[in-house]
């Protein structure tokens, strides 16, 4: 992957690199467009396309998609795409997820809020203490929330509706409770 760099461009590998990528992706193209694709990357590594294509206008590194969204929208004479194979490839390498950390940290997460002790957690109250969580992570503290009218209230009418349903079980407990008695006595 490292060869999708700016700064590889010319590089002699280059063409292994880009076939390489593209048979590890066999469903963006086929065996057959391989010679295809080894022709665009040597025109496109012997272009007249230079270091400073990969800057912005204050001379900082744009991302490498910015990049080659600038390669892609290159036209032949005739007036059609340049790289149409090789950008099928790149779009495709560059749409990989470099690893599976925010899915490793979010089930971790998951767990550490459903333990043992809190597995009757109801789906709508781990979803607000996922959103609380990440919330004090975005703003770096619970010390940086704003305590707003609007949040106090709102705390209030989380606490009505717990205790509500509290209230609802307790009831409904205790009416089971008598329906058995009443049972057992007869």
Known sequence: MQYLHPLFKDHK??????SSIAKKLPHVINEEQLPTLKHEWFDYSTSEIT???SKDENGNNV????YWNKVTEL??????????VMMQVIKSALTISHGNADVERSLSDNKNTVTPERASLGMETINGLRLAKDQVSRVKG?????ISNK??????KAKGMYEERV??????????ER???EKKGK
């Open 51 to 53: 270091a400073e294509w």
């Open 13 to 18: 590998m280059g063409s292994t690199a880009i």
């Open 63 to 66: 991302r490498i998609d910015h």
């Open 179 to 181: 329906a058995l008695q």
């Open 75 to 84: 036209k032949s004479k005739s007036g059609l795409l340049k790289y149409p």
């Open 151 to 156: 949040r106090v209230s709102m705390a209030r």
């Open 142 to 146: 619970v010390h940086h929330i704003q």
């Open 167 to 176: 209230r609802k079980e307790k009831e409904e407990s205790e009416r089971k």
